[in-house]
């Protein structure tokens, strides 16, 4: 019996080799090249983004879900995000705008995933049980989830793209593009609107996964 368990565990390098993380390594891979041209880069940046997709359906469709795979997608996704923020803070003052924003991106997420854990889930999108009405609104309407995700991201990308020269004003930049009847005014307004709602996810997970830490905490102190 033994045996033949043995022999239905997947072998250490099969997990590595899982579609789903062949397509994390592209993403990452993906994200080192290009930064000398800005154009390329965004384009090839707004891809690896899509492959975020592409490698959950191939989890789910080739039954290859894995704990290595979700926390290769969280650190690809974060390290991405943190990257462009970084290079958008030396392009735009106040650079301290950009560098909050990285700093609540890494943090929520942290906070989240390692509540996750924590609470015995398989998934940090999991928050049924969760305190806020708009998180779980979040997490359950992929459509919603998906417009605020890749709001951030390409509004992080024409950030990047309409900068002129280095030490842009920030402020300047963004009215002056909205002021503008042009697509692109219309399209920064649907970017910021789905923008906003993504920092406000981010807070309020921070704290709710702030609270699961603290309650864990308690109930182990009571349980002593």
């Not at 975020?52 to 997608?73: E, H, I, M, P, Y």
């Not at 030490?167 to 930049?173: A, G, K």
Request: net charge positive.
């Amino acid at each position: 019996m033994a045996a033949n368990k043995a022999k239905q565990r997947p072998a250490k390098l099969s997990v590595y080799l899982y579609i789903p993380n062949l397509v994390g390594y592209l993403r990452v891979l993906l994200n080192c090249i290009a930064f000398s041209n800005k154009t390329l880069f965004s384009l090839l940046y707004f891809f690896s983004f899509c492959c975020d997709a592409v490698d959950g359906w191939c989890a789910r469709k080739f039954n290859q879900v894995s704990t290595f795979g979700a926390v290769l997608d969280m650190v690809t996704d974060r390290v991405s995000t943190a990257c462009l923020l970084v290079i958008l803070s030396q392009i735009y003052k106040p650079s301290l705008v950009f560098l909050s924003l990285l700093a609540l991106d890494i943090a929520s997420h942290w906070l989240q995933m390692y509540s996750t854990f924590l609470s015995g889930k398989t998934s940090h999108k999991d928050v049924k049980d969760s305190t806020s009405w708009l998180c779980r609104l979040y997490y359950g309407n992929r459509m919603l989830m998906g417009y605020c995700c890749v709001s951030c991201e390409v509004l992080y990308i024409i950030l990047l793209l309409i900068a002129k020269k280095q030490t842009e004003d920030l402020m300047n930049v963004v009215v002056e593009s909205l002021t503008q009847i042009s697509p692109l005014s219309i399209l920064l307004t649907l970017n910021i609107f789905g923008w906003l709602i993504k920092q406000i996810i981010n807070v309020i997970q921070m704290k709710t996964a702030a609270d699961v830490c603290v309650l864990y905490d308690i109930e182990k102190h009571h349980k002593a």
